[in-house]
Every structure is written in structure tokens, then in C-alpha cells.
């Protein structure tokens, strides 16, 4: 045996198991290790063979260096991490690992019309039009709806005037008496149609006496 390996006392460790923490984010997760007593150079971060962090440290108790203080604890890697881009950090007795995570590359692009967007476009221009032709079917029965008599469908003759004619032996000018003695009012036209063929029955008469003369005065000679 060498006098170095004489002069080295063997070690005895003492295992812990340090505080962890997480923090998740939205894009990244961070675990913190809190290890009160280490310095950097004790402290080893590592991927193992299963795809895990493995993060680990060792010091010294003693000035002797018989006794020491180690721990091991493994991280699961999250599933949308990007490996490639996983550090560490040591600053105020924590160990800080990073774990970043894979964020997609969004590319966006102009949305294409589907077959339902179109029925929907159809549905609704077909709903828009049943809106009108129920509109205009209202409209339509708006201007069908009877309105006041308008000027020229009044009568031609003036309303102070009738009136103002007065009756004649118990019966009123204008007004013709049927069987019965029932009234029927003769309107202007009427009265006229009555004249017409009061005319045109004397004219009738007339020839007729005319004729019969000029026959009768021939058959004399």
C-alpha cells in the first residue's frame, strides 16, 4: 500500500433527500432543488440512459473527510419538452433546472368554405327571404285595405244645392214615388235616362201620327 492511500481515512456518507419544487409555466417548467450547504462544483446534473435528469451532489461534513452528505434525485423529462434545450442553474443553495417546451409552429391560413358553411349560407338567405315575402305579403294587404273615396268619385252635383231644393205638393223634386208610395231616389244620371226616353217616345209617337197621314192622304188620291 502507498502512503497516500495510508494517509486518506475511508468515507461515510450521509443520504438525504433534498426539497423539490415546481414551478409549471406556459412555456416552460422549472424544478427547483433546494440544497443548503453545496457549492457549485459539488453539485452534477445528467440524462440517464431512460430519458430522466438525474441531479446529484456530495460534501464534506468534517475537515477529517470521514463523513459526507450526499443526495440523488431523478426528474421525469415532461413529455413536450424540448431535450435539446434543458439547463441548470445555482444561485442562493438552489439548483434551478429548466425543462422548455416545445411550442408548434402555427401558420395560419385563410379558412376554406365547407359544405355546411354553404347550407347555412342557403338556410339563412332562404330565411331572409321568407322575412320579405311575409313583408310584403303585409304590405301588399295594407294597400288592398279600403280607403276613403277620393274627390272624383264624388258626386258631380253640389251637396248645398240638393238640399236646398224644396218640396213640392207633399213631395220632394228629385224624388220619384213608386207603387205603394215607396220613395226611390232618382240620381242625376237616372233622371236623365228617364228624359232621354220620355224624348224619345214622342219622337216615336210623332213619326208614327206622320207616317199614318202621309198613308192615308195617298190612298184618298
Known sequence: MDAKSKTMPPRVYMDFNPLLEWIRGEML???LIHVPGFKKEQLKVEIDTQGNICASGERPLDT????????STNLQIPANCDINSVHAKFENDTLHIFFPKLVPAVIEAAPKPTTTDKRSATAT?????????????TNSQKKKAPSAPSESLKPSYDKAEFESLKPT????????????????????????LLMNVAVATLVFLGLGFYLKYKFTKAETR
Open 29 to 31: 417548467d422549472v424544478a
Open 169 to 192: 205638393n207633399g213631395r220632394s223634386e228629385g224624388v220619384a214615388h213608386g207603387a205603394g208610395g215607396r220613395e226611390v231616389e232618382l240620381t242625376p244620371v237616372r233622371k236623365k
Open 64 to 71: 477529517d473527510g470521514k463523513q459526507w452528505r450526499r443526495f
Open 125 to 137: 338567405g332562404v330565411y331572409a327571404t321568407g322575412k320579405e315575402n311575409k313583408a310584403d305579403k
